[in-house]
């Protein structure tokens, strides 16, 4: 079935400092992929996806690349800012899955100013 | 104007009762979704529905029943309410029928059981 995992933290950074949180992924055929946030109190935004191989989604500052040969999307952020607080989830919807998505288990990540 | 709306948004009740959490999205979506997140944030597909059928029933207890009077509405039943039922429940919709479609969501249904 399809799976994905991703690093729990919580992560704890500073303002302006460079973001990386780990995402991969099993899943039958060629899955579209996605970064989601959760800003606290408040349901799921989608933040960036990417629906084929070395595609790279963007937004935000944000950015993953879909890496089929390591079957990874790693989001990263070169200057995270405080109000980038929020958890994080990755996902993905494979062709056969009614597409429904699987989610990762969420990354909190706070930034101190 | 909201895309995804949920009611209420805080539900809290006795264990045992019946409860409804109804949702709504005005983007002319054919295809809509339930999710649970648990206390732990997980969030895992219950059910979805296309075009008023349903396409997707995970194993969630039968106490749970979706209903689709239409498109553009999907509510949740909840019968016999017992203390494992307490998490936020997610409603989403998305046009339906492509795995790169983007899925929006509501802001949530807290559901506290006591």
């Known amino acids: 079935g399809n799976s994905v995992t991703q690093m729990e933290g919580p992560v704890t950074l500073s303002e302006e400092a460079f973001l990386t949180i780990n995402c991969t992924y099993t899943?039958?055929?060629?899955?579209?992929l996605f970064w989601y946030v959760q800003y606290p109190g408040e349901g799921l935004q989608l933040l960036l996806k990417a629906t084929k191989a070395d595609d790279k989604g963007s937004n935000k500052g944000f950015e993953a690349t879909y890496r089929k040969e390591t079957t990874s999307f790693h989001l990263e952020k070169g200057s995270v800012q405080v109000s980038d607080s929020a958890v994080y989830f990755c996902a993905l919807i494979s062709g056969g899955s009614n597409y429904k998505l699987t989610f990762g288990k969420g990354t909190l990540l706070t930034v101190n100013p | 104007d909201t895309a995804v709306s949920q009611t209420p948004k805080y539900l809290v009740t006795q264990m045992g009762n019946d409860k409804s959490i109804k949702c709504e999205q005005n983007l002319g979506h054919d295809t809509m979704y339930w999710y649970k997140q648990d206390s732990k944030k997980f969030l895992k597909i219950m059910f979805s529905y296309n075009n008023k059928e349903l396409i997707i029933n995970e194993t969630v207890p039968n106490r749970f029943s979706p209903k689709s009077p239409d498109k553009a509405h999907l509510n949740l039943h909840i019968n016999s309410l017992e203390l494992g039922d307490s998490a936020v429940y997610f409603c989403?919709?998305?046009?339906?029928?492509?795995?790169?479609?983007?899925?929006?969501f509501g802001p949530g249904t807290r559901l506290t059981v006591l």
């Open positions: 989403a919709s998305s046009p339906g029928g492509r795995s790169t479609d983007t899925q929006y």
């Open positions: 899943a039958t055929g060629y899955p579209s």
